[in-house]
């Protein structure tokens, strides 16, 4: 492996690392575009584990500064999004090719739950 293609890699993984991440590229995936509202909304819920109708106002803040400080400018940068703080549209990048089967294989590995709750060694 290059030297280029062990750094996208690496950026890759590291990108996919946060769960809020993941949950927000799992959306765009799934519908291509979101709005940033809905998918505050979603994430806490997604955290929590509980009804969106039942995320406080404080939750909904924190996933808010989380998400336009931090993710959304991340995954911006390396093109996987697009966003539009104005309107909170979110749509998926030209880059988002380059992790969508990185991106399946968390999703797989998250949604069985004997593989995401091995015991510590």
């Known amino acids: 492996m290059n030297d280029a293609n062990a750094s996208r890699m690496e950026a890759a993984c590291s990108l996919l690392a946060e769960s809020e ?4 590229l799992y959306q765009l995936a799934e519908h291509r575009d979101a ?3 809905d998918v505050v909304t979603g994430i806490a819920a997604w955290e929590l ?3 969106p109708a039942l995320i406080e106002k404080e939750t909904r803040q924190r996933v808010y500064v989380s998400l336009v400080h931090n993710h ?7 093109g996987i999004i697009e966003y539009d703080l104005r309107s909170g ?3 998926l990048g030209e880059g988002f090719d380059d992790i969508r089967p990185l991106l399946e294989q968390f999703k797989q590995t ?3 739950p004997e593989i995401r709750q091995l015991p510590s060694l």
């Not at 991440?21 to 927000?24: E, H, M, N, P, V």
């Not at 959304?72 to 390396?78: E, G, K």
């Open 89 to 91: 549209d979110i749509v």
């Open 21 to 24: 991440r993941r949950f927000l």
């Open 72 to 78: 959304l400018p991340r995954l911006a940068d390396y």
């Open 35 to 37: 709005n940033l509202e």
């Open 49 to 51: 584990d509980v009804d």
């Open 110 to 112: 998250e949604a069985e």
